[in-house]
């Protein structure tokens, strides 16, 4: 009898071989938290690199196999995300692959790449800068030869409350009239010096730190705007959380504050307006949270393009990015 260990044996393959105790059809099947690197093409012709969990799908059409390949699946991911810096067109290559792996078992599939992408950032006044980490989630499918791919991405800004600064000027208001009566004569360095003082500005409006969800649906053509999807947002809310903040950083923040009260619903409208000028941007969902400091609980607007077939009321309910 041969002792051979490099005898080669057929192996058996219980996904293919053996029929499930109960048949159905699978809507997805696949691997989820899967630990790889991604790339990211830069303006200036870099890459950057960052650690991802993937998600990986097709469905299981056929009612009576047992499974599918999850290897196949494995594979294709790391030659495809290995290749190349990521785009719509190598998220689609990587698609097709998993159907035609799959090509008896499926006729759908689905990517999701998951990351946080390191972007530094030059403080408002002053010469230093800081690094800012944005949550970035790419999801794309394939599905009767229609691909749609997705970016999301949430950034994190202050808010203050409109209605907070109105009762707060006219505290300050009352303040001013008992300090410096109607029938005396006002000495400028004395209303200076008031100013100043803790007694001046006797009370503040409340503000907060809150976030902008958002996801966009790309139109053919465009690879990912990341960086410019992110600079518009911020640039649409003015108040983005700051890295590096010397003091003169500071108190240019406590202006741009001052000059930008919002609610959550003057938020919303602002990335609705920035969003739709983009022509890049097929579809969007917008969800402005505002973790409110008065209230234990959080203010909320949700917006939309407005688009036939697109993102609608119900999705309201897609899982937050985790931008707290």
Sequence with gaps: MSTDLNTQRAMPDVAVEARPGVAGRLEWVGMDEVQMPVRLATADGGVVQSAARVAAYVNLARPEARGIHMSRL???????????????????????????????????????????????????????????????????????????????????????????????RQLIQDGFAQAFPAAQALDREAVLAWLGSEHGIRATPHSQRSAAEVRVRLNPGFDFPLIDLIDRIEDALQTPVQAAVKRVDEQRFALLNGGNLMFCEDAARRLQQALDADERIADFWVRASHYESLHPHDAVAIATKGVEGGYGPADHALAPLGAR
């Design 74 to 168: 494995y594979l294709h991911l790391d030659r495809t995300l290995d290749a190349e810096p990521l785009t719509p067109a190598l998220l689609r290559r990587m698609l097709r692959g998993f159907l035609d792996s799959h090509a008896d078992l499926s006729d759908r599939a689905m990517v999701r790449i998951a990351f946080e992408h390191l972007v530094r950032r030059p403080a408002l006044v002053s010469d230093h800068r800081g690094w800012k980490a944005y949550p970035v989630t790419i999801t794309a499918t394939l599905q009767r030869g229609r691909f749609e791919v997705e970016l999301a991405t949430a950034v994190l800004y202050s808010s203050t409350c409109p209605a907070s600064a109105a009762l707060a």
